[in-house]
Each structure stands twice: as C-alpha cells, then as structure tokens.
C-alpha cells in the first residue's frame, strides 16, 4: 500500500552519464569543485578533488550519484582515521555501487 501510494506521487527519469567536458566547460569538475567547497574537512586542501576529475568521472562512470557516495565515504573515512583530509589513495580504497564497479576498470600494463 505505502510503495504505491509513494510510486504514485513520483516519476522516474531517465538520465545518463555526466559529460566530463561539454564544449570548452567542464561540467563534471564543476559538481567535484561544489562537493568540495561543502566539506568541512579541517585537513582537506581545496583543488584537491577538482585535480582527479578525469579519475573521478571514469571511476563513477559520470554519475553523480556513484560520485557523491564515492566522496561521502571518503569524507566520512577521513573523519574515522583522523585525517580529515580526502586522498586520491582514500578513493582508492572506497567501494562503489555495481554500475560504477563493473566500468571502472583498472588499466593493466600489456607486456
């Protein structure tokens, strides 16, 4: 009863992947740079996450939901170990959603 009434007062949109660029703008960076400006992290530089874009948008696959929960974890890590400061080595450790999981990939070297 309660999943129909809710279902019934939303509408499901479809939407893709962020773009990394759209022209000469970088509208992915520009959501990293507005997540970052919101942490209240005491020991986190800003630029930091900016700095990782093309890692991050291939690590979420360019979806704002992987990336927010990639950072939220990482804030809330940072908070745990002490460090109050976001890493790309702290990224490294965080373990995402399904979609973004199966397309990042870690590129091997071939020999």
């Known amino acids: 009863?309660?999943?129909?009434q809710?279902?019934?007062?939303?509408?499901?949109i479809t939407c893709g992947p962020l773009p990394a660029h759209h022209g000469?703008?970088?509208?992915?960076?520009?959501?990293?740079?507005?997540?970052?400006?919101?942490l209240d992290l005491h020991q986190h530089k800003p630029g930091t996450l900016p700095r990782h874009?093309?890692?991050l948008h291939q690590r979420t696959a360019g979806r704002i939901g992987s990336?927010?929960?990639?950072?939220?974890q990482a804030a809330i890590t940072a908070i745990g170990d002490g460090?109050?400061?976001i890493t790309k080595t702290t990224l490294d450790t965080i373990r995402l959603d399904h979609l973004a999981e199966t397309h990042h990939r870690p590129r091997t070297r071939s020999r």
């Open 67 to 72: 990336l927010t929960r990639l950072i939220r």
């Open 53 to 55: 874009a093309l890692y």
């Open 1 to 4: 009863m309660r999943g129909a």
């Open 83 to 85: 460090t109050e400061r």
């Open 24 to 38: 000469t703008r970088q509208p992915f960076r520009d959501v990293i740079t507005d997540i970052e400006n919101n």
């Open 6 to 12: 809710l279902a019934g007062r939303a509408t499901l």
